[in-house]
């Protein structure tokens, strides 16, 4: 999946919005080492910044070389190119040097694209036992104000044909993705969530108009659409969503809706 990403990969930098510091606090206070963190389908590296603050190393791995060209430099953090027909064997020995050997794997709206059920059998052979995590996580929507959210419910319908199968998991918010891991409890209660109940979490952000557009410009669905001839964004809609933002140069407080399952190795008895 990683063709889908590499040609808004200047705009994927600049549009998505940052996670909330207290997630990777909260997910750090769940696994019993801070080692080594596995950031995977990091893109430019904006969930990797956020574990680094909580990890001695971390490994931020992309399918994409656009993407990891743009990644955010960190002393902490090593930015690795692994292209699907990378051995599993490889990426072992790549992330983790051997097995049993990372404390955290996060995967940030990623990980509906993969093929899952060799991503977790990787992932049972690096993470930690006992003591290890991992979370998964995404956003689906976002929440503006009552004007501004049917104008862009009736933009989004248009865009339903061009997504890729995979983003159902998205559309539904992550409640039939597989996660074949023990749930992780929380004493917060602020990130837990078994396979099937995933935590409904926000995301606020200070967006501009122009901010917004871009995030919009850099859906993958967006992408596919003009390569077929379809442009989703012509000026009279983008223009009507103008108006029922409030005009070009108004910054709105919205929140991104998002949700995660976060668990462990299942261990026999």
């Known amino acids: 999946m990683a063709g889908l990403f590499d040609k808004q990969s200047d705009l994927y930098l600049d549009a998505r919005p940052t996670y909330p510091p ?30 680094a603050e909580h990890y001695d190393q971390v490994i931020g791995t992309d399918a994409s070389e656009p993407q990891l060209r743009r990644a955010i430099p960190h002393p902490k953090i090593r930015y690795l190119h692994t292209p ?28 509906h694209w993969f093929d899952l059920p060799r991503f977790y059998a990787v992932v049972g052979r690096l993470l930690r036992k006992p003591g290890g995590v991992i979370a998964v996580w995404c956003y689906n929507d976002i929440v503006v104000c009552p004007e501004f959210d049917g104008v862009f419910k009736k933009f989004h319908d248009t865009t339903l044909p061009f997504w890729h199968p995979s983003i159902r998991h998205v559309f ?13 409890g929380s004493g917060s ?79 026999s008895n």
Do not use: C
């Not at 769940?30 to 969930?47: C, K, P």
């Not at 990378?86 to 940030?108: H, I, K, W, Y």
């Open 189 to 267: 209660g602020s990130v837990s969530g078994g396979e099937g109940r995933p935590v409904e979490l926000e995301i606020p952000k200070e967006l501009s108009f122009e901010g917004m557009v871009r995030m919009v410009q850099s859906w993958s669905a967006v992408i596919t659409a003009r390569d077929k001839g379809v442009e989703l964004l012509p000026e009279n809609v983008v223009k009507e969503m103008e108006v029922a933002w409030g005009g070009a140069g108004l910054v709105r407080p919205i929140v991104y809706k998002a949700f995660m399952l976060i668990g462990k190795i299942k261990l």
């Open 84 to 111: 699907p027909s990378l051995p599993d064997d490889d990426l072992v020995s790549l992330v983790g040097g051997e097995e049993n050997s990372v404390d955290l794997v996060t995967v940030a709206q990623a990980v």
């Open 22 to 51: 207290e997630w990777y606090s909260d997910l750090a206070s769940h696994s019993l080492r801070h080692s080594l963190a596995w950031d995977v389908g990091t893109g430019n590296g904006q969930a990797a910044i956020g574990v």
């Open 172 to 184: 539904d918010g992550y409640r039939n993705l597989p996660f074949p891991f023990d749930p992780v």
